[in-house]
């Protein structure tokens, strides 16, 4: 089992002006991360806009990404899809691939909602594969929630080993952590919080733009300085609750631009902020200069 403790960067996707993936970026975008100290890298994540990048895509994107990362921290790939052969396809592909672990959703659009057919799915792709499943609860954009009773029955299968749990709820949150199983923080705005309570560690859209600071705030509840880490958690907060609280991924872009990492571009069907709202997400990164 890969052990995902840490900042794992939920890595947005770098797109030049033409729309394609720009693999020079990428590459400096890992650099400039593992250079930073976080301990793994998601990619073709939420924050990397997946749900608008083809297959072939995801398998050149992970295949550069991996190859780059060479071993230097974990490299999790979200295989997620709606059709149950592409996602096993997609899964195995990342797999030969060199990926640490896996990101995937449930079947989120008219499928199955109830315990025993999520259960069925994640069964069906854990059989597909030897590398670590991490389980995606996202309730507000999928409609789906992983109840903490189907999350003890889940971590009984052989690599569904982790959960990434972005609902925000920090009682589901510990209910999850009751039975000893690892989860990962994934909602920006309840981080530190997760952290001190015993999350194993986090898949982090935020820290894009701000991957020094995420990295300290882990060392710093991992060493017990509470103090320090709130403190430090309260020059994050204002950015954090902002990209929560509006077009979450044109805000991070657009947040990580201006701190010198990538390229600010999204993918059609997503529309750039307009220079008003930007201006405004800006505003709220200047407590991290202070």
């Given at each position: 089992m890969a052990d995902l403790a840490g900042i794992n960067l939920a890595m947005q996707t770098?797109?030049?002006?033409?729309?394609?993936i720009d693999f020079d970026t990428c590459k400096h975008l890992i650099d400039a991360y593992i250079?930073?100290?976080?301990?793994?890298?998601?990619?073709?994540?939420?924050?990397?806009?997946?749900?608008?990048?083809?297959?072939?895509?995801?398998?050149?994107?992970?295949?550069?990404?991996i190859a780059h990362i060479n071993g230097r921290c974990n490299a999790i790939c979200q295989t997620s899809a709606l059709n149950m052969d592409e996602v096993a396809r997609r899964s195995r592909h990342a797999e030969a691939s060199g990926a640490d672990a896996l990101m995937i959703l449930p079947p989120y659009l008219e499928g199955p909602v109830d315990d025993e057919g999520l259960f069925e799915f994640y069964r069906e792709i854990d059989s597909e594969v030897e590398v670590d499943i991490v389980g995606y609860n996202i309730p507000q954009a999928t409609g789906l929630s992983v109840s903490p009773a189907?999350?003890?029955?889940?971590s009984t299968l052989k690599n569904f080993n982790y959960i990434k749990d972005s609902g925000g709820d920090?009682?589901?949150?510990?209910?999850?952590?009751?039975?000893?199983c690892r989860v990962l923080n994934g909602c920006d705005t309840t981080t530190v919080f997760a952290l001190m309570v015993g999350s194993h560690g986090c898949i982090w859209g935020g820290a894009n733009y701000m991957p020094h600071e995420a990295?300290?705030?882990?060392?710093?509840?991992?060493?017990?300085?509470?103090?320090?880490?709130?403190?430090?958690?309260?020059?994050?907060l204002p950015s954090l609750l902002h990209i929560w609280t509006h077009d979450y991924m044109q805000c991070v872009l657009a947040a990580s631009k201006h701190r010198g990492f990538g390229l600010g571009n999204v993918r059609r069907p997503l529309r750039p902020l307009s220079a008003e709202a930007e201006a405004e997400m800006i505003a709220t990164l200047a407590p991290l200069l202070n």
């Open positions: 770098p797109f030049g002006a033409d729309g394609a250079d930073a100290g976080v301990h793994g890298l998601v990619l073709g994540s939420g924050t990397g806009q997946h749900p608008y990048l083809t297959e072939a895509e995801c398998n050149q994107f992970y295949e550069v990404g189907l999350f003890s029955r889940l920090m009682t589901v949150h510990q209910q999850y952590l009751q039975d000893g990295v300290t705030l882990y060392r710093l509840v991992a060493e017990g300085d509470y103090t320090g880490a709130l403190t430090l958690w309260q020059k994050m």
